[in-house]
Every structure is written in structure tokens, then in C-alpha cells.
């Protein structure tokens, strides 16, 4: 989705709660679903489409991707999802939590931290280990501003690289809180150095068994 670009959505109001009748709608192939938020402290209850929200329901950007709700009596909404409930077997949306944020002010979210190209990373070929240590950073930013992910290219980076929450490329109006001084990635040579002693101990197994091979020998 583009920048800037809010899933618009169809958000009906609904008086009626209840197992029977969210069996009801989910037969017509809605979701009941809740609003919270400044201006809906009590929530507001409606339905949405299910074929509308499942992509970004199922979707690796969920909590992320601004929604802007269309009230059957014209009011409208942004909102961003803040739960997904499913059905513990088929695993298909049962509900939806939205939350709303207001335009002109800015929020606090997690935003992921994505690690590409780990094979392509010099240290990695060497044989070392990446380790991915912050998968999330909060954030303070417009809700039209919302990135998707942060994303680490490792291409190139060496044995004992660094990267830090610091160290970070994020997008402009974007305010990060977490502590710069997070460790986000490093490559160390745990994996070449664990290697190295499994090789090592096989050596040694070598040894012991030709070693008792050549004491039976002699008992005889």
C-alpha cells in the first residue's frame, strides 16, 4: 500500500450483541468488530466485511496498516487494528478490535525490524552467526506516516558487525524511542567456533577408538 494511503472500509453499527446473532452475521460473511479510542471510550460496536479486512487481518502489516471506517451514517473514522480474535480450530477471524487515531496527532507503535540479504553478509560466509536481537522499536509518528518496517540490509556487513537502534535508516517524521544504544543485529563467530570444537571432538573420538583398538590388541 502506498504511503499516505488509508484501506478504506465499510464499518455498519450494530445495537444487537450476542453469540447467536455474530453467528448470524458471520453467516453473511461479516465480522462484528469494535471501536475504541478519544472519541469512542465506550467502544462503538458495528460489522465489517470479512473479504475486505482479511488481507490485512492475515497480513504480515496488520498493526501497522491505517484504516479509514465509513459509518453507515456517514461518520468516518482511522483506526488501526489492535486485536484479532480466531477460531481456535479453523483458525478464520471471529472479531476485530480497532482502535482510532486522530488526524493532526501523533502516536506511540511498535514497528518491526526486518533483516534482508543475512545470507549475502561477509561475516555470514566467513561463518559466522547473525543474531537478530531487537524485532521491535517504539516509535512516535503521524498515523499517515505509519512505515510498514524498518528494514536492515546485512549485504556486506563483517564478522563482529554491529548494528544498533542508533544505526537505524528510518523514514523522515519518524521518532524513535526506544534506547539508541539497543543492539538491533551482530555477527559473531560462535557458529565458525562451534564448528571448529565439533571437528575437533570427532578428531578426538578418532583417537580414543584407535587408541582402544590398539590396547585390545596388545591384551591379546
Request: net charge negative; aromatic share 4%; hydrophobic share 40%.
Amino acid at each position: 500500500m502506498a504511503k499516505n494511503q488509508a484501506l478504506k472500509l465499510d464499518f455498519t453499527k450494530r445495537e444487537a450483541t450476542g453469540k447467536g446473532f455474530c453467528r448470524k452475521i458471520r453467516s453473511k460473511n461479516l465480522i462484528p468488530a469494535v471501536l475504541y479510542g478519544p472519541e469512542y471510550k465506550n467502544g462503538l460496536a458495528g460489522t465489517i466485511s470479512t473479504k475486505a479486512i482479511a488481507p490485512v487481518a492475515n497480513g504480515a502489516h496488520r498493526e501497522t496498516t491505517l484504516i479509514e471506517l465509513t459509518m453507515n451514517d456517514g461518520t468516518e473514522a482511522h483506526a488501526l487494528i489492535r486485536d484479532v480474535q480466531r477460531h481456535p480450530l479453523t483458525r478464520q477471524l471471529r472479531h476485530i478490535d480497532f482502535y482510532q487515531v486522530l488526524k493532526g496527532h501523533k502516536i506511540k507503535i511498535e514497528i518491526p525490524v526486518r533483516i534482508v540479504n543475512a545470507e549475502l553478509a561477509k561475516g555470514v560466509k566467513e561463518g559466522g552467526l547473525l543474531t537478530h536481537k531487537t524485532r521491535l522499536v517504539l516509535v512516535e509518528v503521524q498515523p499517515s506516516d505509519i512505515p510498514d518496517e524498518i528494514v536492515v540490509d546485512a549485504k556486506g556487513l563483517e564478522m563482529g558487525s554491529e548494528i544498533f537502534v542508533k544505526d537505524l535508516d528510518v523514514p523522515e517524521g519518524v521518532t524513535v524511542l526506544t534506547d539508541a544504544d539497543n543492539l538491533v543485529l551482530h555477527i559473531s563467530a560462535v557458529r565458525a567456533m562451534a564448528e571448529a570444537e565439533t571437528e575437533e571432538g570427532e578428531e578426538n573420538k578418532e583417537v580414543e577408538v584407535v587408541a582402544k583398538g590398539k590396547a585390545a590388541k596388545e591384551e591379546e
